[in-house]
């Protein structure tokens, strides 16, 4: 077997590590790319079960609670220098059993979210055809297509997969920037109609609740800066700069989409539009603004597959090294410093999901996954201050208000499975039931072959009380 | 056979020549190199402990 030469003794061994090429623009790109096509279709699902103001409503609460998991991730994974984002802090904080479970949510969440972005992609190809006469197109390949490339990209090297996902991110961001001069804010009644198109809440505080659950769709996918932790320059000072700065851009962004679309289209009609912003940008009669909505479109999913690619290689990866799954998927490639393995397993279950077509059910078990982990980072923080209060490790950030955001993130996590339940029910029990049953197999059948001490090589000193 | 039709051919043929490349890339590796060596990596490396970033750094230089 030929040994690398990129490889040096650190002292206690060779080892083959991710290379840490990243910075907080990149940690920006990987947050931001994951949840921008939420502000393209699918948040405007709260206006059907909330109307216009239900919606702003569900865009602030929910971002409440998104403020709440970037300041929370921020500051544990500014200790955590390590892939696997929650999973790797469940490991240290919790315990064996909750760590499986977050890095099976994590896993889940980004494989279906990828999926369902492919098909955006897909279905966005097909429209495209039937505008230029073409009905009928198959969405498939251009499905498969779009995982097969951006495995490809992340394959080669995080470092080129973030860059692009900036590119094209800032792309999609800057164009609501540029549809939102368009309209006119400045002069009300000009271009936008609030005035005539907003009307009292169509179903109530009911409706405001029960639409809480596609207001995560706005910010779904943040949490997911933390996996970069292990390739990021500095990451105490990075992983916080870029979750912030994400968080910040997409309350702007949320508002912003909510503002514009609002104005221009009756609620009953944007309840169910698919492509909001899109359907915005073409009632205003001007096609270079519909084209670079159609672009921005595309590249917002794009992006958002390409960081869910990364992120759910992050922890699967991660799981594999501490044997909670298989070590072989603890694998990195030797030139392109990449968990290369991971990469490839996912793509086979990422097409399966797109294969289906079964865009609302795929997102429903990703949005489900992703607020598990949110429930359990809201505990996991109040036990990471007894263990290791302040000043006993050096932290890249403290967040404020210690435990309020926590108790404000338990709380908003708890009414948001209440209006899931509302509208998805036999979703959100069929989503438990899963877990329930992938924890009585780790327990049972996968705990034995867990490194239970070698998982820990992070060099902290003993937790208070231990 | 009409552009579309062609776009679609053209995106099966892309998408299983890029997956073909991983696929085979990823069996060239695991055959060319040792099994512990690609399973060696270490959570934990970065200026949070000064020890390890300093190797790290070393490491980092040698792969550029």
């Known amino acids: ?466 | 056979m009409n552009i579309w039709d062609m776009l679609s051919y053209a995106a099966w043929v892309a998408a299983g020549l890029f997956l073909l490349w991983i696929v085979v890339d990823a069996i060239k590796v695991s055959l060319t190199y040792d099994e512990d060596l690609l399973m060696s990596s270490r959570e934990g490396l970065d200026e949070l402990d000064p020890d390890q970033a300093q190797s790290h750094a070393v490491e980092n230089s040698h792969a550029k």
């Open chain 1, 1 to 466: 077997m030929q040994n690398n030469t990129t490889t040096e003794s650190t002292g206690t061994g060779t080892h083959m590590n991710m290379l840490k090429v990243l910075t907080p623009f990149h940690v920006w790109a990987l947050g931001v790319g994951i949840v921008l096509v939420g502000e393209f279709m699918g948040w405007n699902f709260s206006v059907a079960k909330g109307g216009a103001y239900g919606a702003l409503i569900a865009c602030w609460v929910i971002g409440l609670l998104y403020s709440c998991v970037a300041m929370i991730d921020s500051e544990v994974t500014s200790t955590v220098a390590a892939a696997g984002g929650q999973y790797t802090q469940a490991k240290h904080i919790v315990g064996p059993l909750m760590a499986f479970n977050v890095g099976l949510y994590l896993v889940m969440a980004y494989t279906m979210l990828e999926a369902a972005d492919a098909l955006i992609v897909g279905d966005l190809m097909t429209a495209m055809a039937a505008t230029f006469g073409h009905e009928g197109l198959d969405p498939k390949p251009f499905v498969v297509l779009t995982i097969a490339f951006l495995a490809w990209l992340n394959y080669r090297g995080v470092f080129t997969t973030l860059s692009l996902n900036f590119v094209i991110t800032i792309i999609a961001f800057a164009s609501i920037l540029v549809l939102f001069v368009a309209v006119e804010p400045t002069n009300p009644g000009a271009v936008l109609q609030h005035e005539g198109l907003l009307t009292d809440l169509p179903y109530g505080w009911i409706g405001v609740v029960a639409s809480l659950q596609f207001g995560m769709w706005y910010y779904l996918g943040i949490e997911g800066t933390c996996q970069a932790a292990e390739e990021v320059r500095s990451a105490g000072r990075s992983i916080p700069l870029g979750t912030m700065g994400g968080m910040m851009t997409l309350l702007i962004a949320a508002t912003l989409t909510w503002y514009i679309c609002t104005g221009l289209l009756p609620w009953q009609y944007l309840g169910q539009a698919f492509t909001p912003l899109y359907d915005a940008a073409s009632i205003l009669g001007n096609t270079k603004l519909q084209v670079l909505l159609f672009v921005a479109t595309m590249f917002a999913a794009i992006a958002s597959a390409n960081g869910c690619i990364n992120d759910a290689a992050r922890a699967w990866f991660s799981m594999g090294r501490d044997s909670y799954m298989p070590s072989f998927f603890g694998a990195i490639h030797p030139k392109y410093r990449t968990p290369y393995r991971a990469i490839i397993f996912l793509v086979p279950i990422a097409v399966s999901f797109a294969f289906t077509g079964l865009l609302d059910q795929v997102i429903t078990f990703s949005i489900l996954s992703g607020l598990l982990g949110y429930t359990f980072m809201s505990l996991n923080v109040i036990k990471f201050r007894k263990m290791w209060p302040l000043g006993s490790i050096h932290r890249g950030y403290v967040h404020p208000f210690h435990p309020l955001p926590a108790y404000t993130l338990l709380a908003l996590c708890s009414t948001t499975y209440f209006a899931t339940f509302l509208g998805y029910g036999s979703s959100l029990l069929s989503i438990l039931a899963f877990y329930i049953v992938a924890s009585i197999w780790f327990t049972v059948r996968r705990y034995k072959f867990v490194k239970r001490g070698e998982q820990f090589t992070m060099s902290w000193p003993r937790p208070k009380g231990f």
